[in-house]
């Protein structure tokens, strides 16, 4: 399997897609992280608001489309061509590049914050067409191969799009470099949604509910009523939320503990994202293309043993504060032996959730009715969104009641075990369904 998933790449049903669905995701963290810096160095000051305040509304305004439009990108995925969608999208794409180029480069947060709501909107309606296209494309062998890799591309993307737009983005106004990057990124998007190959409508008698609340309320009682898609869509949303809490923690846990700057902080960050791409990859190549749960007890346990690890690695935070005179680069945090057990078990944790995700995915697809996978992805998109708000309001309020970062991220390593029960449960049906 392992030959067969890299020979994907030497193939129209595969690399169009793939593509694509990488710059995509490449341009909006682009955009959103040169959105953060600005927040961050320039326009909070500007505007007399707290950066953390305006960074986490214009986050909130990125995943609310994903709340309120995923039941309608669900029902238009599955009613029509999906190539064709993903043209229009792609082109809607560009629109907002461009608007996007002018915001950053007048540096007006509002039109930002516009053209990142966009951007969500946009992903809305991406990500059932783009999960739902895949098994049509892909034979059975090669669809855990090719989820992986779209999830290693997109962890990869999202690592390029924080550095590319941290690097590249001036807080003078001279942003013509980075809004050029993102209007090309967006044409060559769309010149390779093009080349996808159309595989028909999936339910052309479909019935369209334009109401969202009604039709949202619709697909997750159905998703959740599926003894194989509930499962699946709650490991995945499980593993979401813990890559969020951990991606959250990490810049307080590297300032505060290791007395690591802002350029320590993205190394960190960027072993997070390459540990899940690696962890998608290995799964697929220990599982040999077979559509199986059967590795998702094992990593959830890892999940947890590993995460114990990371914190267990982690130096207790010094009885003098670091300030920004006594933090280290990352030259010196590198050259620090007692650093490298924490990156070590970062990745491992990273890994072991790239391989819980990578199958629950590819079970969602292989295990839905073609006329409804869309939907499906769709649900689960909300009940990521869901879970990935909840799980931060959560740590939030147990931060507020006087718990330590390190006491939370030893409750959510702990409830790794909760998840057990419905992983063994979804394996015993995948195993009885064949």
Same mark, same amino acid.
Not at 303 to 330: K, M
């Given at each position: ?7 994907? /790449? ?29 927040? %961050? ?29 995923? #039941? !309608?990108?669900? *029902? ?19 629109? !907002? ?8 480069? /007048? ?6 914050? #516009? ?18 296209? +895949?098994?049509?494309?892909?034979? %059975? ?8 890799? $779209?999830?290693?591309? %997109?962890?990869?993307?999202? +690592? ?8 590249? $983005? ?10 050029? $990057? ?18 028909? *409508? ?13 039709? @949202? ?39 505060? &503990?290791?007395?690591?700057?802002? @350029? ?16 998608? +990859?290995?799964?697929?190549?220990? =599982? ?54 924490? =990156? ?12 819980? $995700? ?9 295990? @839905? ?13 909300? /009940?990521?969104?869901? /879970?990935?708000?909840?799980? @931060? ?15 939370? +991220? ?14 063994? &449960? ?9």
């Amino acid at each position: 399997m392992g030959r067969t998933q890299w020979q994907l /790449f030497g193939t129209r049903r595969f690399l169009p897609l793939f593509i694509t669905q990488f710059l995509g995701a490449l341009n909006d963290n682009l955009f959103r992280q040169a959105l953060v810096i600005l927040i %961050t160095v320039k326009l909070a000051s500007e505007m007399g608001i707290q950066p953390s305040i305006l960074t986490n509304l214009a986050i909130g305004l990125f995943i609310l489309p994903f709340f309120l439009f995923s #039941a !309608l990108a669900g *029902q238009l995925a599955d009613k029509y061509e999906k190539t064709n969608q993903i043209v229009w999208i792609k082109i809607w794409e560009i629109g !907002l590049m461009v608007v996007g180029g002018f915001a950053i480069y /007048f540096q007006n947060f509002y039109m930002m914050v #516009a053209v990142l709501s966009g951007l969500g909107l946009q992903s809305t309606f991406f990500g059932p067409i783009k999960y739902g296209v +895949l098994p049509d494309l892909m034979k %059975t062998d090669e669809l855990l191969g090719a989820n992986a890799l $779209i999830e290693a591309g %997109t962890f990869v993307a999202i +690592l390029l799009g924080i550095l590319v737009g941290g690097l590249v $983005i001036s807080q003078d106004g001279d942003n013509f470099i980075i809004s050029g $990057i993102m209007i090309a990124f967006a044409v060559i998007g769309t010149l390779t949604g093009r080349l996808v190959p159309k595989t028909g *409508q999936a339910a052309p008698n479909l019935d369209i509910r334009v109401n969202i609340f009604t039709s @949202t309320g619709t697909l997750l009682k159905s998703a959740w009523q599926n003894d194989i898609a509930r499962p699946a869509i709650i490991g995945i949303s499980w593993i979401w939320l813990y890559g969020s809490i951990y991606i959250a923690q990490i810049p307080e846990i590297v300032y505060a &503990r290791m007395g690591g700057d802002k @350029t320590v902080i993205t190394l960190v960050i960027a072993c997070f994202s390459v540990g899940i791409g690696a962890g998608a +990859l290995l799964c697929s190549r220990i =599982l040999k293309g077979e559509i199986s749960a059967r590795l998702a007890p094992r990593a959830l346990v890892g999940l947890g043993a590993v995460s114990l690890a990371f914190i267990w690695a982690l130096p207790e935070v010094p009885s003098v504060p670091f300030s920004a005179e006594t933090v280290v680069g990352l030259k010196a945090f590198i050259a620090a032996p007692s650093n490298w057990p924490m =990156l070590i078990a970062l990745i491992g944790v990273a890994m072991m959730a790239g391989m819980v $995700i990578v199958p629950l995915y590819t079970i969602l697809q292989e295990y @839905t009715p073609r006329e409804a996978r869309s939907r499906a992805i769709a649900a689960n998109n909300v /009940f990521n969104s869901a /879970f990935m708000a909840g799980g @931060t309001i959560i740590a939030a309020a147990l931060l507020a009641t006087g718990l330590t970062v390190i006491q939370i +991220l030893i409750l959510y390593a702990a409830a790794n075990l909760v998840l057990l029960r419905p992983a063994a &449960r979804l394996k015993a049906r995948i195993e009885n369904a064949n």
